[in-house]
């Protein structure tokens, strides 16, 4: 299987801050990489897909990029709707994986 | 819009079989663009697929799973379903269905999901 590790696992973050988190391949998936916002208690909700492509009605501040067997997910200017955790999930191989996550909070 | 509803019992014996089914609205399952997924998402933990299905009864599981795993579809009623068998502690989870874009011979991203549904196993 590919495995797929994120960092950081915690990030604290302040409103209007700029982040970013990590996704690294266990081998190149190229560019089939997803990431999902999840909230608690709630279903994971996509984000981007391959790699960087923005799923309609995400908002533009969210950004994706990398190839190969490193991706990053970008927030530019944080809000507080965007306190959540995050997922990549690479679909180079039949064999689906997904990142550990990485927990977003409040600074 | 597409929704997706899990349902099935949120509560299954060890050693038994753990048995789901996801019913899709709004769309039909037979679309040739699209696989449909079950992943599971134990509590506090991260994401483990679990297998997908095609409206052809084409099947792709997890090899971790696979010896315990059925997926299967039912294009009349617009379900499919998941079997796990012989569960323990270890398959206590959220239960999530989803949608898995299908291009190119390739599985893809899932979008949307359905809620989800917690079941335990526990005697």
């Known amino acids: 299987d590919i495995q797929m590790t994120q960092s950081p696992s915690t990030l604290s973050a302040s409103v209007g801050d700029r982040v970013t988190i990590t996704c690294r391949a266990s081998q190149s998936i190229s560019s089939w990489l997803a990431w999902y916002q999840q909230k608690p208690g709630k279903a994971p909700k996509l984000l981007i897909y391959?790699?960087?492509s923005l799923e309609s009605g995400v908002p533009s501040r969210f950004s994706g990029s990398g190839s190969g067997t490193e991706f990053t997910l970008t927030i530019s200017s944080l809000q507080p709707d965007d306190f959540a955790t995050y997922y990549c999930q690479q679909y180079n191989s039949y064999w689906i994986t997904f990142g550990q996550g990485t927990r977003l909070e409040i600074k | 819009q597409l929704q997706l509803q899990e349902s099935g019992p949120g509560l299954v014996k060890p050693s038994e079989t753990l048995s789901l089914t996801c019913t899709v609205s709004g769309g039909s399952i037979s679309s040739s663009s699209y696989y449909w997924g079950w992943i599971r998402q134990p509590p506090g933990k991260g994401l483990e697929w679990i297998g997908s299905i095609y409206y052809s009864g084409s099947t792709y599981y997890n090899p971790s799973l696979k010896s315990r795993v059925t997926i299967s579809v039912d294009t009349s009623k617009n379900q499919f379903s998941l079997k796990l068998s012989s569960v323990t502690a270890a398959d206590t989870a959220v239960y999530y269905c989803?949608?898995?874009?299908?291009?190119?011979?390739?599985?893809?991203?899932?979008?949307?999901w359905g809620q989800g549904t917690l079941v335990t196993v526990s005697s």
């Open positions: 391959k790699a960087s």
């Open positions: 989803a949608r898995q874009e299908y291009y190119y011979d390739s599985t893809n991203w899932f979008d949307p």
